[in-house]
């Protein structure tokens, strides 16, 4: 068995092309159709089922599979401790961050490291923070960047930054009621039963943290709008469609506010801390310590606080 055949099967599962995995792996369809189908002649069994679009696998492809994936990560494991044994920096490391996240975060951490470490390649994924962690414990990514408000199992965390959860409104759109403090802009979550609210869909953290909320604090609310994006729910919170609940770094993000208020939801600001998360089993190379090191440092100095703002 070598390395190759693992690599080449993942791909091919992951893409559901053999022509996209292909272009991944730098070499023809043609040549990549004809390992995996000498690879089943030597199994003697069927990896994936080709009758299907996408590419499907098929129960002995799903268990092959999962032995491919551990050893892959454990292959991994070893390259990166020979390199730091080495002193050959040289490898890839592979970030998951929210669609709208890595629009802020990466151009903070990117140009500091590949200054610092030209020969590790980076390559990147989106989505949501569901299909991020479905991608870091199938050992598609290294490191996902999340807010974080629950431990999961099997994954190790490292704290970088801290976020306060504001609310945003059209000016002038709540009413003197919906405030404990209008000096300092503090809502009365009480009150969020009265606005149509405008959110995430299912799957992002920060739906999952405004759902928390809501129990927590024994409140519904009326979800009028939901979206991918939190830029998108501010902008339609400035025409007075509802309200938002959205991280403090939204407001950087936008180029106009001027139709637009924050709040702080409480009397103690609300936050969550943005983690970078990674296997439990995952070994942490000088390179990697090194990039945690250089996200919690990029994020800090750059971060804009909204309490002054407000």
Request: proline fraction near 4%; charged fraction near 30%; glycine fraction near 6%.
């Amino acid at each position: 068995m070598e390395i190759r055949q693992f690599m080449y099967v993942s791909m091919a599962a992951e893409c559901g092309s053999f022509t996209k995995a292909a272009e991944k792996l730098f070499i023809t369809q043609p040549a990549l159709s004809s390992y995996i189908s000498k690879l089943e002649e030597e199994l003697g069994i069927r990896l994936f089922d080709r009758s299907v679009t996408p590419l499907g696998l098929t129960y002995a492809g799903e268990k092959y599979l999962a032995y491919a994936k551990d050893i892959l990560r454990q292959a991994d494991g070893l390259e990166r401790e020979i390199r730091d044994i080495s002193n050959h920096l040289a490898g890839r490391l592979r970030l998951g961050f929210p669609s709208e996240r890595i629009v802020y975060m990466l151009p903070l951490i990117l140009p500091e490291f590949q200054k610092r470490y030209p020969g590790i390649r980076v390559e990147t994924m989106t989505g949501s923070g569901k299909r991020l962690m479905e991608a870091l414990l199938a050992g598609d990514a290294d490191f996902i960047l999340l807010p974080v408000w629950k431990k999961h199992r099997g994954v190790a965390q490292r704290r970088i930054s801290e976020e306060e959860l504001v609310l945003a409104a059209a000016r002038g759109y709540l009413k003197e009621e919906d405030l404990l403090d209008r000096e300092r802009k503090i809502f009365n979550w009480a009150r969020i039963e009265k606005y149509p609210l405008i959110t995430l869909k299912e799957g992002h953290v920060l739906r999952d943290s405004v759902d928390t909320l809501l129990r927590g604090s024994g409140k519904k609310a009326r979800v009028l709008l939901e979206f991918h994006s939190n830029m998108l729910a501010c902008r339609l919170a400035a025409q007075g469609l509802g309200v938002a609940v959205v991280p403090e770094i939204t407001p950087s993000m936008l180029a106009d506010t001027e139709n637009l208020e924050f709040y702080h939801l409480a009397e103690h600001p609300v936050t969550w801390e943005i983690h970078a998360l990674y296997r439990e089993e995952a070994y942490l190379g000088k390179v990697e310590e090194e990039f945690l090191k250089m996200a919690a440092r990029g994020l800090e100095w750059n971060k804009k606080k909204l309490l002054p703002a407000l």
